[in-house]
């Protein structure tokens, strides 16, 4: 984790606006679009030189889909991606080829990353052949020095990737990645498939690595706690939308957005006095709609609790309603009612639950 949060924005290394992407649905024997799966659906953001983004919401809410539109492995339907004030959104293989040093991607599942019939030489080697880069020293040296570097026996040189654990494995993908010296890294759920006695090494050995190498991140999780170790500032993200941007502590301390509040009430408190008390707890009721088509107006106002009139046709903008702490709500929490007397919606209220231990 970078210690320095307060960037001047000037300094964004990656800037995002109205980024969009849509999988179309086909159906019949002609194949026509019957509709569209809208997994990002026109989000803003900067990722500042140095710091680390995290970027957390549930399972199905568009962080992975994200992830791969700004490292360019999809292809972005609207929007436009900038990298060091160069326009990549609608960059071809070759136009995208030089930036590969630049932009890498740490991916969430070690065993399916990795090529089982190469080598693990191979595999942390092939950035520099596809790059046509000669490393000082020699290509098998700088492999051994990649793998030193992140925790790996560089004897193991010549082993398969099933010759190795889950988190060994990770700690190869992230070798690869940093191969090139890139100057952002994506990495998407880089601790999800591990055991949670791995989790912790894996975590601080990319904070080791940001700190000595300058590396920049947007980390990718639905563990509260992960993101919480590792950012600097935090992107909460619903159905294809970013919720609320803010610094961690911010965030933490003061969530304003229904949805981050709800989010934070659901991280256990190890703590043996509090068994048996109430834990203030929010259960959403109903599941997250389909992001085929999405709720009119506030995409969380069916499970929100606080849900007015304007909520349902009226889609709030992201907005800061304090010094770098941007959300998307009419009725945000620890803030000021953005629209006083609206009245509320038969049955919001009961849309969520505390929940005992």
């Known amino acids: 984790m970078s210690e320095n949060p307060e960037t001047n924005t000037e300094d964004a290394l990656l800037k995002v606006t109205g980024l969009v992407k849509h999988f179309p649905i086909n159906k019949g024997l002609l194949r026509r679009q019957a509709g569209a799966v809208k997994a990002v659906d026109g989000i803003d953001f900067e990722v500042r030189r140095g710091e680390t983004l995290g970027i957390v919401g549930e399972s199905g809410c568009g962080k992975s889909t994200m992830?791969?539109?700004?490292?360019?492995?999809?292809?972005?339907?609207?929007?436009?991606?900038?990298?060091?004030?160069?326009?990549?959104?609608?960059?071809?293989?070759?136009?995208?080829?030089?930036?590969?040093?630049?932009?890498?991607?740490?991916?969430?599942?070690?065993y399916g990353s990795l090529n089982p019939r190469h080598t693990v030489g191979t595999i942390v080697g092939a950035p520099f052949r596809l790059q046509k880069v000669t490393p000082e020293g020699g290509l098998k040296a700088e492999v051994?020095?990649?793998?030193?570097?992140?925790?790996?026996?560089?004897?193991?040189?010549?082993?398969?990737?099933?010759?190795?654990?889950?988190?060994?494995?990770?700690?190869i993908g992230i070798a690869r990645a940093l191969a090139l010296k890139p100057k952002l890294v994506v990495a998407d759920e880089p601790v999800s498939a591990l055991d949670v006695s791995i989790q912790a090494q894996v975590v601080n050995l990319l904070d080791d690595l940001q700190e000595e190498l300058g590396l920049t991140y947007v980390i990718i999780a639905h563990?509260?706690?992960?993101?919480?170790?590792?950012?600097?500032?935090?992107?909460?993200?619903?159905?294809?939308?970013?919720?609320?941007?803010?610094?961690r502590k911010s965030l933490y301390e003061a969530p304003m957005h229904p949805y981050t509040t709800a989010l934070m009430s659901a991280v256990p408190v190890p703590d043996?006095?509090?068994?048996?008390?109430?834990?203030?707890r929010i259960l959403l009721k109903g599941d997250v709609p389909s992001p085929i088509s999405p709720p009119a107006g506030c995409r969380f106002h069916t499970r929100c609790w606080k849900a007015t009139e304007m909520c349902t046709k009226v889609d709030p903008p992201l907005v800061?309603?304090?010094?770098?702490?941007?959300?998307?709500?009419?009725?945000?929490?620890?803030?000021?009612?953005?629209?006083?007397?609206?009245p509320a919606l038969p049955g919001a209220t009961e849309a969520v639950a505390t929940a005992t231990e």
């Open 67 to 110: 992830g791969r539109l700004i490292t360019r492995l999809l292809e972005p339907t609207d929007g436009r991606i900038e990298f060091e004030g160069k326009d990549i959104t609608h960059l071809g293989v070759a136009g995208m080829r030089p930036l590969r040093r630049d932009v890498q991607m740490i991916f969430q599942d070690p």
């Open 144 to 171: 051994q020095r990649l793998l030193s570097l992140v925790g790996l026996n560089p004897e193991h040189f010549n082993r398969y990737p099933h010759e190795f654990s889950g988190g060994q494995r990770q700690r």
């Open 223 to 247: 563990d509260l706690s992960v993101i919480r170790h590792v950012s600097d500032r935090i992107a909460v993200m619903y159905l294809g939308k970013i919720v609320e941007l803010a610094d």
């Open 272 to 280: 043996p006095r509090r068994r048996g008390a109430k834990s203030g």
């Open 320 to 342: 800061a309603l304090k010094t770098g702490h941007q959300v998307a709500c009419h009725h945000p929490e620890n803030a000021p009612d953005q629209a006083p007397g609206d």
